[in-house]
């Protein structure tokens, strides 16, 4: 059985979603687009064939128009979704679309099936529209457009018809960095509210130049909360409108000093209003009453050049200004230019003669801009002294012509008052001016002397006045128009002694009516021939007048008077006695400066330092010096006492010979007849040995009967030593006594002897032949004995033998013809073998010898290293005398006596010495010090001379001290100052129990002041020069100074001056325990001050090259003021390194103190300066106004030598 496949027609697959059999009802919604999903064919192919459609009818038409049939599949495509418009479709009652559709089988054509489908268009909400068009709109507006006013009418439309509510509109974005300048109106709805309408309104007033363009979005919004969008740009018209001035008259200010350089005024001075102050203005003059002299440049109003303001002519100037943009609109204010005054016064000279002291003198004062023209002006002048001691107030007039005020001169009138050198400043309204001319009174002029003490004493006290004219009023003006005694001040003098100086009379002041009569206490002073001036205004030096000198006749001081003179002590040394001497008189003046005292014997003078306790007490010293009966007097002022009372003569202590001994330290044995020889005696009460003693004071007498008269004696070691030469002479058992000043020593005997007599040869005279051996024996014949030691010619001889055994003769008219020849005639006689003695002075000739040459030293070297120039202060070094005739060197210690050296050539002797040859001699040195040392050698009792090769020890070098900085000092606190180490080689350390070791500090002042004087020409290294010469020419360093710009004289007085602490033993240190060639000094840094100091050691009589110290800058840590005495302030000034104490001398301090700005420091008293504090007292008045009425002020202090003040310190009010 074949089963066929037989075509059946398509069939519905679902007839149940029909309405009917024929019907298919399916919905779509409003506006839908693309396929529509939810129809779709229900016919199926039951021969599974494939089914295909075929649209047949559709109604209404317009859907044709809305979807897109598909006959291979059967659906349904929108195709327009605009036309499924439910709102207008259904007012046509078009909503509902029917369709009639075949299915056909796909093979069988004939077999098909006929549907019909219904689809209702549905409403469904829809979002609002903006009936503009396009999304995008632009709008231009006009930036003059009127806030409020409408840009735009903007409509949305809703379709929706079941819409009972209106719509909405808002601005939801808006591109810009400002303020949105624009708003939305309250909208309006028509057409049942489906459409509403909005104004797009400008809500701020617009600006192209701020904001040329805005773009924003605007929103519309239905119910159902759907919108629509639209987007706007906007673009701002330019129109250009005029600048308006905030106001129509303006008024500006400007110096009269101003230039054309000078902005007067600028555009921001006339404010304007314009919409767009970007724009470019410019500003012009169209008016002015002054033409030539303003012009706008860049805005500014200026001068013209060559023009120039003048308050004191017009003090106003009226113009009218135009502001014109870039599009020429303009507009147009007045301005009014009021001038201001600035104190352009220019005086010039001035036409006045010396004023008179009682006022009432006229002064011209010629100028320029002295007040103005146009108005009278209030005019003074305040005339102040230098210093500002004296202020007066002067009341000025000008005159005035054609209704003008001369401004070009004014006339002043002079107050009294006193002085030169015043200073004008002429006051103009609120303007002031110092003048550049200063004017001055008439001097004083003194006619008498009156009532002046006959005489005066020293004392002082005593009343006396002066009559003349312009002294000037009892009474001044000063500062705030305090009235003070007129500062007049008596001075005087005496013609016959300048060292009085000037003295100021006490208590000087103008009485009566002034200007007549000064009255005065004489001050204490002394000296006669006293000659007088009047000073007025002597408060500043350039302030005061002198009066031409006065000469009386009679005005003078009393005579001083010696009644006793006390000698206050046991024993009158000659090395002088602080303190020794009370005299009491009368009138011995008021200061230790004009007292010269002298003690006078007829022949010798000395003066004594006195110091005065009153005027009729001195306390005095005796000075070193000699002799006796001196009698005392006092010249005080110029005037000279009489002498002391003769029962009161002063006479030193007479001089103890202890010792007499030669150049060796050995009593003189066998001094050589022919003199010359040097001894030297030591003792006590010597005395100085300067000036008059070693002229004609001292005298030395030795001999068997002091018949001998030493030669060139004079005083080497004051006090203690004599130097002498001997004399040509003969004898033994000498006495040695001295005479200084009429005083006679002790008496030394057996001193010395000189040596005795030598024969050596006998001859006849006129014979040649040595030895005389046939003599006649009646005698008579003329022997001629020769030897050494005879004495000098015509030297008396005791006796002269001769003979053998028993038989002596006595040689007949002998007589020396010098120290070794003499001549004698024979006795009658006879024998043979005779021998000859000769006997002077008490001693017999020694029978004749020969003898080796005397050493000579010819000069040094040194030994491993040594330098006989510069030999270790420490000794121990090797050097070799080099010379003749020091004897075989086999016998060294049988020989070789001594070898001594020094200044004198016995200071130091040499240590271990030996003979090497007959040439040379080596020693070991000693510890010593000094230079040009001169060397004696002795051989076997033959001493050499003197060398002349000299030996020296090397100088102190110093190679480092620390610190090298520090403190000034400590004087208020218990702080002790730092301690100073010196390291170096050849300081002396291991004499400094024997000589004396000095730390040196020189602060430069003495050279100043040698500088000053015109006797020094001073470099940096002039010290460092002068003192590396005294090393390495010790000998003439003095003299070669001069070339250095030293001259000796200033030399030696400034190394007097210099400061120096002398070192003690406890301070020097040894490294390693034990002298060695580097030492250490320790000591304690003296107070001092300055910079750059020389600090250099003296050991001895060598100096050291200098090293350099810096003493710290001042500073000042706190002050503190007080009121004193009513109307004076003291202040104390605490700090540290200020100077002071010993470091001054008695007129000045190293330190300065500069209160405020001062041009002059404020002088301080030694005793009230300080290293650590400084107090002051000063005047109030000397401070400024402002400053006496509150006393403050600021303190600088400035140390000499050092580069800058402290910084400026500030002291209070101080406490009542």
């Known amino acids: 059985i074949e089963v066929t496949n037989d075509p059946m027609p398509p069939v519905w697959m679902e007839p149940s979603a029909f309405k009917n059999s024929e019907m298919l009802t399916t919905r779509i919604p409003e506006n839908y687009e693309g396929l529509y999903e939810d129809f779709h064919p229900l016919c199926t192919d039951p021969n599974r064939r494939g089914v295909q459609y075929q649209l047949i009818s559709v109604e209404p038409y317009i859907y044709d128009d809305v979807f897109r049939f598909n006959r291979q599949n059967g659906r349904l495509t929108v195709d327009d979704p605009r036309l499924l418009d439910y709102e207008a479709l259904v007012q046509n009652d078009n909503h509902v679309a029917k369709f009639e559709i075949i299915c056909m089988d796909a093979f069988a054509k004939q077999a098909n099936y006929t549907g019909k489908l219904e689809i209702m268009v549905e409403d469904v909400p829809e979002q609002p529209q903006f009936m503009m068009g396009n999304q995008q709109i632009s709008l231009n507006v006009k930036e003059t457009a009127n806030v409020g006013s409408a840009v735009e009418e903007l409509v949305a439309y809703d379709q929706d018809r079941d819409s009972q509510k209106e719509l909405s509109f808002s601005i939801v974005e808006a591109e810009t960095d400002d303020c949105l300048p624009f708003a939305l109106a309250q909208p309006v709805f028509v057409d049942q509210g489906h459409t509403g309408k909005v104004n797009l309104t400008i809500s701020e007033e617009l600006n192209y130049f701020r904001k040329s363009s805005y773009d924003l979005t605007l929103k519309v919004e239905d119910q159902e909360d759907l919108t629509d969008q639209l987007v706007i740009h906007i673009a701002v018209e330019f129109v250009n409108t005029?600048?308006?001035?905030?106001?129509?008259?303006?008024?500006?200010?400007?110096?009269?000093?101003?230039?054309?350089?000078?902005?007067?005024?600028?555009?921001?001075?006339?404010?304007?209003?314009?919409?767009?102050?970007?724009?470019?203005?410019?500003?012009?003059?169209?008016?002015?009453?002054?033409?030539?002299?303003?012009?706008?440049?860049?805005?500014?109003?200026?001068?013209?050049?060559?023009?120039?303001?003048?308050?004191?002519?017009?003090?106003?100037?009226?113009?009218?200004?135009?502001?014109?943009?870039?599009?020429?609109?303009?507009?147009?204010?007045?301005?009014?230019?009021?001038?201001?005054?600035?104190?352009?016064?220019?005086?010039?000279?001035?036409?006045?003669?010396?004023?008179?002291?009682?006022?009432?003198?006229?002064?011209?004062?010629?100028?320029?801009?002295?007040?103005?023209?146009?108005?009278?002006?209030?005019?003074?002048?305040?005339?102040?002294?230098?210093?500002?001691?004296?202020?007066?107030?002067?009341?000025?007039?000008?005159?005035?012509?054609?209704?003008?005020?001369?401004?070009?001169?004014?006339?002043?009138?002079?107050?009294?008052?006193?002085?030169?050198?015043?200073?004008?400043?002429?006051?103009?309204?609120?303007?002031?001016?110092?003048?550049?001319?200063?004017?001055?009174?008439?001097?004083?002029?003194?006619?008498?002397?009156?009532?002046?003490?006959?005489?005066?004493?020293?004392?002082?006290?005593?009343?006396?006045?002066?009559?003349?004219?312009?002294?000037?009023?009892?009474?001044?003006?000063?500062?705030?128009?305090?009235?003070?005694?007129?500062?007049?001040?008596?001075?005087?003098?005496?013609?016959?002694?300048?060292?009085?100086?000037?003295?100021?009379?006490?208590?000087?002041?103008?009485?009566?009516?002034?200007?007549?009569?000064?009255?005065?206490?004489?001050?204490?002073?002394?000296?006669?021939?006293?000659?007088?001036?009047?000073?007025?205004?002597?408060?500043?030096?350039?302030?005061?007048?002198?009066?031409?000198?006065?000469?009386?006749?009679?005005?003078?001081?009393?005579?001083?008077?010696?009644?006793?003179?006390?000698?206050?002590?046991?024993?009158?040394?000659?090395?002088?006695?602080?303190?020794?001497?009370?005299?009491?008189?009368?009138?011995?003046?008021?200061?230790?400066?004009?007292?010269?005292?002298?003690?006078?014997?007829?022949?010798?003078?000395?003066?004594?330092?006195?110091?005065r306790e009153n005027h009729t007490v001195l306390m005095c010293s005796l000075p070193e010096g000699f002799g006796e009966h001196f009698d005392f007097q006092v010249t005080v002022a110029g005037q000279l006492s009489g002498r002391s009372p003769k029962s009161e003569a002063i006479s030193y202590d007479k001089p103890v010979v202890e010792s007499v001994l030669d150049v060796v330290g050995r009593p003189p044995r066998d001094l050589n007849t022919r003199g010359d020889e040097l001894v030297f005696l030591h003792g006590t009460n010597f005395g100085p040995g300067v000036g008059t003693q070693n002229e004609v004071g001292i005298s030395v007498y030795y001999g068997e009967s002091l018949e001998y008269t030493a030669s060139d004696c004079h005083v080497v070691d004051p006090h203690t030593r004599i130097e002498c030469s001997t004399v040509e002479g003969v004898g033994k058992n000498h006495s040695w006594i001295g005479n200084m000043g009429n005083q006679t020593s002790n008496q030394l005997t057996g001193v010395s002897n000189y040596h005795a007599p030598i024969v050596a040869t006998y001859t006849r005279a006129n014979s040649s032949e040595i030895g005389v051996t046939d003599l006649e024996t009646p005698g008579g014949e003329l022997i001629i004995i020769r030897g050494r030691y005879f004495g000098p010619e015509g030297q008396s001889v005791d006796e002269v033998t001769y003979g053998e055994g028993n038989f002596t003769f006595e040689a007949r008219e002998c007589k020396v013809r010098g120290h070794n020849e003499m001549e004698c005639t024979t006795d009658p006689g006879a024998g043979a073998?005779?021998?000859?003695?000769?006997?002077?002075?008490?001693?017999?000739?020694?029978?004749?010898?020969?003898?080796?040459?005397?050493?000579?030293?010819?000069?040094?070297?040194?030994?491993?290293?040594?330098?006989?120039?510069?030999?270790?202060?420490?000794?121990?070094?090797?050097?070799?005398?080099?010379?003749?005739?020091?004897?075989?060197?086999?016998?060294?210690?049988?020989?070789?006596?001594?070898?001594?050296?020094?200044?004198?050539?016995?200071?130091?002797?040499?240590?271990?010495?030996?003979?090497?040859?007959?040439?040379?001699?080596?020693?070991?040195?000693?510890?010593?010090?000094?230079?040009?040392?001169?060397?004696?050698?002795?051989?076997a009792g033959q001493k050499s001379d003197f060398s002349v090769a000299c030996t020296s020890y090397a100088p102190p070098v110093i190679s480092s001290i620390n610190p090298t900085h520090g403190p000034t000092g400590f004087d208020k606190t218990d702080r002790l100052m730092p301690t100073l180490t010196i390291t170096g080689t050849n300081l002396g350390a291991n004499l400094v129990e024997t000589i004396p070791i000095r730390l040196m500090m020189d602060s430069h002042g003495h050279l100043r002041r040698l500088q000053d004087e015109g006797r020094v020409d001073i470099d940096d290294n002039v010290l460092t020069k002068v003192l590396t010469e005294q090393q390495e020419n010790p000998s003439s360093w003095l003299e070669n100074a001069e070339a250095l710009g030293f001259p000796p004289d200033a030399l030696q007085e400034w190394l007097k001056d210099v400061s120096f602490v002398?070192?003690?033993?406890?301070?020097?240190?040894?490294?390693?325990?034990?002298?060695?060639?580097?030492?250490?000094?320790?000591?304690?840094?003296?107070?001092?001050?300055?910079?750059?100091?020389?600090?250099?050691?003296?050991?001895?009589?060598?100096?050291?090259?200098?090293?350099?110290?810096?003493?710290?800058?001042?500073?000042?840590?706190?002050?503190?003021?007080?009121?004193?005495?009513?109307?004076?302030?003291?202040?104390?000034?605490?700090?540290?390194?200020?100077?002071?104490?010993?470091?001054?001398?008695?007129?000045?301090?190293?330190?300065?103190?500069?209160?405020?700005?001062?041009?002059?420091?404020?002088?301080?008293?030694?005793?009230?300066?300080?290293?650590?504090?400084?107090?002051?007292?000063?005047?109030?008045?000397?401070?400024?106004?402002?400053?006496?009425?509150?006393?403050?002020?600021?303190?600088?202090?400035?140390?000499?030598?050092?580069?800058v003040r402290t910084s400026k310190h500030s002291f209070r009010e101080p406490l009542p």
């Open 242 to 611: 005029p600048p308006k001035f905030n106001q129509s008259k303006y008024e500006v200010d400007a110096l009269e000093s101003i230039t054309s350089e000078d902005v007067i005024a600028s555009l921001e001075d006339f404010p304007f209003t314009d919409r767009y102050l970007e724009h470019s203005y410019s500003l012009s003059i169209i008016w002015t009453d002054s033409p030539g002299m303003f012009r706008f440049v860049s805005n500014e109003l200026r001068m013209i050049e060559g023009s120039n303001l003048n308050y004191e002519e017009t003090w106003f100037h009226r113009l009218t200004i135009r502001l014109t943009d870039v599009g020429n609109l303009y507009d147009d204010a007045n301005v009014t230019l009021v001038v201001n005054n600035v104190n352009d016064l220019s005086i010039g000279n001035a036409r006045f003669n010396p004023h008179a002291t009682m006022g009432g003198s006229k002064v011209k004062v010629l100028g320029s801009d002295l007040g103005p023209v146009w108005r009278a002006a209030s005019i003074s002048a305040t005339i102040t002294s230098p210093g500002g001691h004296m202020v007066l107030q002067s009341q000025c007039i000008r005159t005035r012509l054609d209704n003008q005020w001369n401004n070009n001169m004014v006339e002043c009138a002079v107050p009294p008052g006193v002085g030169t050198g015043l200073m004008w400043t002429l006051q103009v309204d609120q303007d002031s001016r110092m003048a550049p001319f200063t004017t001055h009174f008439q001097p004083p002029a003194v006619n008498s002397i009156e009532d002046w003490p006959e005489p005066a004493d020293t004392s002082g006290g005593q009343e006396f006045r002066l009559r003349g004219q312009n002294f000037g009023p009892v009474q001044i003006p000063s500062i705030d128009r305090a009235l003070i005694s007129n500062p007049v001040v008596v001075e005087y003098w005496s013609r016959s002694d300048a060292q009085v100086g000037v003295l100021r009379a006490q208590d000087c002041e103008v009485v009566g009516d002034g200007d007549e009569v000064v009255h005065c206490r004489t001050a204490e002073g002394g000296g006669a021939n006293l000659e007088f001036r009047v000073v007025t205004a002597y408060l500043d030096p350039d302030w005061e007048q002198m009066s031409e000198t006065a000469k009386p006749a009679d005005a003078g001081y009393s005579i001083p008077s010696v009644e006793t003179v006390a000698i206050l002590s046991e024993v009158l040394p000659t090395t002088g006695l602080p303190n020794a001497l009370r005299v009491r008189g009368t009138n011995f003046g008021p200061s230790n400066d004009l007292i010269f005292a002298t003690l006078k014997n007829g022949w010798i003078e000395w003066m004594p330092e006195c110091a």
């Open 1062 to 1203: 002398d070192i003690s033993v406890e301070e020097i240190e040894y490294q390693g325990g034990s002298p060695t060639v580097d030492q250490t000094i320790r000591v304690s840094l003296p107070s001092g001050f300055g910079t750059n100091r020389a600090v250099f050691l003296r050991v001895g009589s060598t100096y050291s090259l200098p090293m350099r110290f810096d003493y710290a800058p001042p500073t000042i840590q706190a002050i503190s003021a007080s009121i004193v005495e009513g109307d004076k302030v003291k202040l104390t000034i605490f700090g540290s390194n200020l100077c002071g104490g010993s470091s001054c001398d008695d007129a000045t301090c190293c330190g300065r103190l500069y209160v405020d700005n001062f041009e002059e420091p404020i002088n301080v008293p030694a005793d009230q300066y300080f290293h650590d504090e400084i107090h002051k007292v000063l005047d109030i008045d000397r401070l400024s106004r402002t400053q006496r009425e509150f006393p403050t002020g600021t303190v600088q202090v400035q140390v000499l030598d050092q580069p």
């Open 833 to 939: 073998g005779h021998f000859w003695t000769v006997r002077i002075g008490g001693q017999s000739s020694e029978i004749s010898t020969t003898s080796y040459e005397e050493p000579i030293i010819d000069h040094f070297e040194g030994v491993s290293g040594s330098d006989p120039q510069r030999l270790r202060t420490l000794g121990g070094e090797l050097i070799d005398i080099v010379g003749e005739n020091f004897g075989p060197p086999e016998s060294s210690d049988r020989f070789l006596e001594s070898v001594t050296y020094g200044p004198e050539g016995t200071t130091y002797e040499g240590i271990g010495c030996s003979v090497l040859s007959h040439e040379r001699i080596r020693c070991a040195t000693p510890p010593g010090h000094g230079q040009q040392h001169t060397w004696i050698v002795v051989i």
